[in-house]
């Protein structure tokens, strides 16, 4: 019975996001995960910060990976940005992004997962990192 009290705290902590949220201007931010970003406008660096440990315990990486993208689209839509690209992987919590304005151009799809059709049996391409991250709803 101790031991349940006790991994209660746990298990609604790792639940939550944190209240981490992606809000209006930061939707209409792109994320270029491997996209050539050379022909849009460069803004600037954006570097944000999450808890990627609580306690001795460390956080799901896939959810700080997650919420540092959703950070980053939410500071990027306050530079006028509708692009971003990581820079390097998360450390510590930590991972800066670079800011552009690409306007209407499309950039290659290399790198994002394709929608699945039912006519084609073609697979999916899978991100160069392995996996691929969409926003935390609710918490």
Same mark, same amino acid.
Not at 38 to 58: A, F, H, I, N
């Given at each position: ?14 639940a939550?996001?944190?209240g ?7 939707k209409a ?8 970003v050379?022909?849009?406008?460069? /803004?600037?660096k954006?570097?944000?910060?999450v ?16 919420? /540092?993208?959703?950070?980053a ?27 552009y304005r ?7 799809a ?6 699945a ?9 899978v991100p160069?990192?392995?996996f ?8």
């Amino acid at each position: 019975m101790r031991k349940t009290l006790l991994l209660v705290p746990v298990v609604l902590l790792s639940a939550c996001s944190w209240g981490i949220k992606l809000d209006d201007a930061g939707k209409a931010v792109r994320t270029a995960w491997s996209g050539d970003v050379s022909q849009c406008q460069e /803004l600037g660096k954006v570097t944000v910060s999450v808890m990627d440990r609580m306690g001795p315990v460390d956080r799901n990486q896939i959810k700080v990976r997650d919420e /540092l993208e959703v950070m980053a689209r939410n500071e990027a839509a306050k530079m006028n940005a509708d692009t971003i690209k990581p820079l390097a992987e998360p450390t510590d919590g930590s991972q800066p992004w670079g800011a552009y304005r690409c306007g209407s151009q499309r950039l290659p799809a290399s790198g994002t997962v394709a929608p699945a059709s039912s006519g084609s049996s073609a697979p999916a391409t899978v991100p160069a990192a392995g996996f691929q991250s969409y926003p935390i709803k609710g918490g």
